[in-house]
């Protein structure tokens, strides 16, 4: 198996609290890992995890093969993250924020490129508008924005769907789909019933007996 990324025995501890224990799976391209589980479960600590964001207190996060704690800067040119916090800042333009990530990201993009993700969102018209004056749902869709100019190998999204109207929903399982067709890999955690399609369809509830 061609698997790139690879998750061994992860365990989190959280104060005197075993939060998960022994959680392990890996990807191939193509596949998408769906991380299901009750509220506190540990499903938001697991993909901050896999981003490098937080350290297990056992076990490790491979990314072919060699732990990502030794790959640093070199891993996250292959991830892109969109957690449950949009990471966008409100004084600035949905552009500004978007041409901003890219460009933090190592990315370059054109302002045409940029502007055809925004409008992609449905956001044609808010491009220039300060992102705090958007609604929640045009604030997620801004966030979001960065997954359609993003050539990573790996998305790992929190809650992705959370406050999108039905067209936000259908471009962005569009993209999904487009992602894992051309050997992308996707991990998400959601609470909307959302078909979820891949090559490989994983699941994986945290909190469960092992």
Known sequence: MNQLLEAVGLECLRGD???FKDIGFGLEPGDLLHVTGRNGSGKTTLLRMLCGLVRPAAGNVNWAGRPITHLGDEY???????????????????????????SLSGQKVTGEQVA???????????????????????????????????????????????????????????????????????????????PLEGGRVLTLEMGARR
């Open 17 to 19: 609290r075993r939060l």
């Open 116 to 194: 055809a993700s925004l409008s992609r969102m449905g956001l044609k018209g808010h491009e220039h508008l300060p992102v705090r004056v958007l609604s929640q749902g045009q604030r997620r869709r801004v966030a979001l924005s960065r997954l359609l100019l993003a050539g990573t190998a790996l998305w790992v999204l929190d809650e992705p769907f959370s406050a999108l109207d039905v067209q936000a929903v259908e471009t962005l399982q569009n993209a999904i789909r487009g992602h894992l067709s051309g050997g992308g890999m996707l991990v998400l955690t959601t609470h909307q019933e959302v």
């Open 76 to 102: 996250l040119r292959h991830l892109t993250y969109v957690g449950h916090q949009n990471a966008i800042k409100d004084d600035l333009s949905a552009r500004e924020n978007l041409s901003i990530s890219c």
